[in-house]
């Protein structure tokens, strides 16, 4: 809900966390034991807690600030291999009672799963380093008021072409979470996300476009300087104004930093486990087989300090571990949970809730260099719609960039669609490049990919 500042109590401490690491431990171990009480012959419970601010100022004036304070409990209950799961946010003890009640009554009429159950105890985590991922950040409404409208103003003043704002925003959040299960785990830790961003839209003789910068990190003296924000955007507004089409043709094209996490994006949906066992998958059964070019080297890093998909455990408490996932261009492992990993006859990947950092070996050669190496070509930095088929691996998405000659940009582009298939666009990957940008759970530089169709007019 939408506040303004008046309405909000002035004195409220945003980063200050209502439960405390005890209370949300007792309150997972209170769960357990009901529910064992209850018949469960297994029983896994997560308690969650996060307060933060997210403010947007529009032109100067603020447009949103919302103030967030939520918590939850939620449990799955297994009698034999029968399952049931149930949650609430309220943490009173009749809710604590009611929820477990309907978990165990939600498991004792559904049919029994031959791969439901826990993971493997001998899999789960003992101990574990700190990852220093709590760093809160004590920005109240009026800083965040003042950091987003400096933002702004920068984006205005980097060109006169910049006639309006999307707005700037400010977000803020503190997390934390315990999971326990009846196996004897019990592990919790805190987390904190800072983000800033700002969208703009400028206007020439041609028309109007938008663009926008953002950053975002697990510590606020880790972000960008607002000045830097609001050029960024403006200058990626700008630059956009005059687009051309394109006539259909076959080119070699680079998808800069943020629109190459796509295809990476599409690589680890295809190897995650349920995409394998429901046989849904363009890279189904592709373990020891060459999927991308033989200099490639793609890793999980989810024990990096600091970022923002690490983790010491998944969602079912099992180790996470540093590996690689692509050695030398051959895939080596899938992305398993313990149901994936029974379905398919093989051993849970600490990957409950998904893989984390993603991390794409970058080459040698900057932004620049490998503009230089396409030569004559197109560079993607926008990218439409979805388009993409998960079990042919079939790829066709509207885009949106630049025309490239002789390694230099020569004008914007707007309103095509590039064509190819996954298996075949990951094979003709001719280099990766240092910008690596790391504002998500996938790394990756830019990506040169040989040859795509471009369909224009």
Not at 117 to 145: I, N, R, S, V, Y
Not at 177 to 185: E, R
Not at 402 to 410: K, Y
Request: charged share 25%.
């Amino acid at each position: 809900m939408s506040t303004s500042p008046e309405r909000m109590a002035p004195d409220l401490e945003i980063q200050a966390l209502s439960h405390s690491a005890d209370s949300l431990q007792d309150r997972v171990q209170r769960t357990l034991d009901v529910a064992r009480a209850q018949g469960a012959s297994d029983v896994q419970a997560v308690v969650s807690h996060s307060v933060g601010l997210e403010l947007s100022v529009r032109k100067g004036e603020i447009e949103t600030l919302e103030y967030e304070r939520d918590q939850s409990l939620s449990l799955i209950a297994y009698f034999g291999q029968s399952k049931g799961a149930a949650s609430t946010t309220d943490f009173g003890e009749q809710a604590l009672l009611d929820t477990v009640e309907a978990a165990c009554r939600i498991a004792r009429y559904t049919e029994p799963d031959p791969y439901a159950g826990m993971p493997d105890p001998a899999l789960k985590a003992g101990e574990w380093d700190d990852l220093d991922l709590d760093h809160p950040w004590d920005c109240d409404a009026e800083q965040a008021t003042e950091l987003a409208r400096a933002i702004e103003a920068a984006g205005f003043a980097a060109d006169s072409r910049i006639e309006n704002s999307e707005g700037a925003s400010v977000s803020t959040r503190r997390a934390i979470a315990f999971l326990g299960d009846s196996q004897g785990f019990m592990g919790g830790y805190r987390s904190t996300r800072h983000s800033m961003s700002c969208a703009l839209v400028a206007r020439d003789d041609a028309g109007m476009q938008r663009d926008y910068a953002y950053t975002v990190a697990r510590h606020a003296a880790d972000l960008d300087a607002c000045e830097a924000i609001g050029r960024q955007a403006a200058e990626r507004t700008v630059r956009r104004l005059g687009g051309r089409k394109l006539s259909t043709r076959s080119c070699p094209v680079l998808f800069a930093p943020e629109m190459a996490r796509t295809l990476i994006g599409s690589f680890t949906r295809a190897i995650s486990g349920p995409a394998q066992y429901r046989h849904s998958s363009f890279l189904l059964n592709a373990v020891g087989e060459s999927v991308f070019p033989d200099w490639m080297q793609i890793e999980e890093r989810p024990l990096t300090p600091r970022a923002l998909g690490s983790a010491p455990f998944d969602g079912e408490g099992v180790r996470t571990r540093n590996r690689p996932l692509v050695a030398d261009g051959v895939l080596q492992s899938y992305t398993l949970d313990s149901y994936a990993a029974r379905r398919l006859g093989l051993e849970s990947t600490g990957n409950a809730g998904g893989a984390r950092n993603v991390t794409v070996k970058p080459g040698e050669r900057d932004f620049a260099a490998l503009l230089a190496e396409m030569g004559t070509g197109f560079l993607v930095t926008e990218l439409i719609g979805q388009g993409v088929n998960a079990v042919t691996g079939d790829y066709s998405r509207g885009a949106a960039g630049f025309w490239v000659e002789n390694g230099e940009i020569q004008y914007p582009v707007e309103e095509i669609t590039i064509a190819g298939n996954l298996k075949d666009i990951y094979q003709r990957i001719v280099a990766v490049g240092t910008d690596v940008d790391r504002r998500g759970n996938i790394h990756t530089g830019s990506i040169l990919v040989e040859s795509m169709t471009v369909a224009g007019d």
